[in-house]
T-cell receptor, first 112, second 113 residues
Framework: KQEVTQIPAALSVPEGENLVLNCSFTDSAIYNLQWFRQDPGKGLTSLLLIQSSQREQTSGRLNASLDKSSGRSTLYIAASQPGDSATYLCAGLNTGFQKLVFGTGTRLLVSP | DGGITQSPKYLFRKEGQNVTLSCEQNLNHDAMYWYRQDPGQGLRLIYYSQIVNDFQKGDIAEGYSVSREKKESFPLTVTSAQKNPTAFYLC????????????FGPGTRLTVT
């Protein structure tokens, strides 16, 4: 059974720092991987999707990579801003299935 | 605007009552999903539907029921058999078969007392 771990569970940084969020899977047979952002009491917003043939995706200050051999993904946030404060969730789709498996998230606080 | 709507945003019910949560999408997506989110836990899949008039149980389907009579709608009923119904419920949809990218609604917070 696929399990997803996100490290750290919480992170507090001053504005302007570059930071890395980690996501690891127990089963490396990942078809694709999505990173989401969730604000308190809100739904999930899709940030980046890494498809099966890709190793990374970039959108603005965000860059996500996927290493299938190790079952790990990282989300890099450059020049963090207070508006980046939220919970970040990763989710993987296993090969042969149509269900996402979610991590428990990293709660990020960026202080001005 | 295209998107996924869930209503109501907050819902309060007495123990023993069934309650139905609404999920509508105008994205022309084939697949729809229901998740439950509890503090400190990842999202858990309740039910999903790949096509109209067909749906499958997810990881925690006990105490829940769904229907998929229209492509745009996927209502979730929380029955009195669900032992711990208080949670945040999220609906999602996806269209792209090649990528399975999922898009989420704003969620419904259900409180049962």
């Amino acid at each position: 059974k696929q399990e997803v771990t996100q490290i750290p569970a919480a992170l507090s940084v001053p504005e302007g720092e570059n930071l890395v969020l980690n996501c690891s899977f127990t089963d490396s047979a990942i078809y694709n991987l999505q990173w989401f952002r969730q604000d308190p009491g809100k739904g999930l917003t899709s940030l980046l999707l890494i498809q099966s043939s890709q190793r990374e995706q970039t959108s603005g200050r965000l860059n996500a990579s996927l290493d299938k051999s190790s079952g790990r993904s990282t989300l890099y946030i450059a020049a963090s801003q207070p508006g980046d404060s939220a919970t970040y969730l990763c989710a993987g789709l296993n090969t042969g299935f149509q269900k996402l498996v979610f991590g428990t998230g990293t709660r990020l606080l960026v202080s001005p | 605007d295209g998107g996924i709507t869930q209503s109501p945003k907050y819902l309060f019910r007495k123990e023993g009552q069934n309650v139905t949560l609404s999920c509508e999408q105008n994205l022309n997506h084939d697949a729809m999903y229901w998740y439950r989110q509890d503090p400190g836990q990842g999202l858990r899949l309740i039910y999903y539907s790949q096509i109209v008039n067909d749906f499958q149980k997810g990881d925690i389907a006990e105490g829940y029921s769904v229907s998929r009579e229209k492509k745009e709608s996927f209502p979730l009923t929380v029955t009195s058999a669900q032992k711990n119904p208080t949670a945040f419920y999220l609906c999602a949809s996806s269209m792209n078969i090649a990528t399975y990218e999922q898009y989420f609604g704003p969620g419904t917070r259900l409180t049962v007392t």
